[in-house]
């Protein structure tokens, strides 16, 4: 009897760091900056291997408990991951609007825009952003929080945040000054 508890409980330890271990992994892949495009593709592919995982549950009783238990905590990382992509969202726009308000006050002081962005206040300040002069102009870049290889351009003519592709940012982050 004493043999097939412990062996009860190697394999509940087993199974609760493959469960870890795959959250881990899916928070890796879609929690991180740029990775939210990710959630398309795991977000159905978990719903099915857990609606798959919670049916075979059924035909042993023993196990429905611990399929429960692993469906509500794989419920909690998968809103735990959208949350971060939300958030990140945010944080990029809030980056974004007090970049363009600082980039603005320095031209409005000097006449110019500042030669790094150490010099219009925001050296260390915002993660997300890119800037150089190109051709004797500025040019400001935003990584995109929630695709991997797109930025947002400043125009600094408009004020305004461009796409990769040119058009203006539909929902433009509100000056913060």
């Known amino acids: 009897m004493e043999?097939?508890?412990l062996k009860s409980v190697v394999m509940t330890v087993i199974s609760c760091s493959a469960t870890l271990a795959g959250i881990?992994?899916?928070?890796g892949i879609t929690a991180t900056p740029g990775s939210a495009y990710m959630l398309v593709f795991a977000l159905p592919l978990l719903?099915?291997?857990r609606l798959s995982a919670?049916?075979?549950a059924r035909q042993r009783p023993e196990a429905a408990r611990k399929e429960r238990l692993r469906n509500i905590i794989w419920t909690i990382a998968a809103a735990l991951s959208v949350g971060i992509n939300i958030f990140?969202?945010?944080?990029?726009r809030h980056e974004m609007a007090v970049s363009a308000a600082?980039?603005?006050q320095y031209y409005a002081?000097?006449?110019r825009y500042p030669e790094t962005l150490a010099a219009a206040g925001l050296g260390g300040k915002i993660s997300c952003l890119r800037y150089h002069w190109i051709d004797g102009k500025p040019l400001l870049l935003c990584k995109d929080p929630l695709l991997l290889f797109e930025h947002y351009q400043y125009d600094f003519q408009h004020r305004r945040w461009l796409e990769d592709n040119g058009e203006p940012v539909a929902d433009q982050p509100k000056d913060e000054t």
């Open 3 to 5: 043999r097939n508890s």
């Open 24 to 27: 881990a992994f899916f928070l």
């Open 88 to 92: 990140n969202y945010y944080h990029a």
């Open 47 to 49: 719903f099915a291997v």
């Open 102 to 104: 600082a980039f603005g």
């Open 109 to 111: 002081r000097h006449g």
């Open 54 to 56: 919670s049916r075979s």
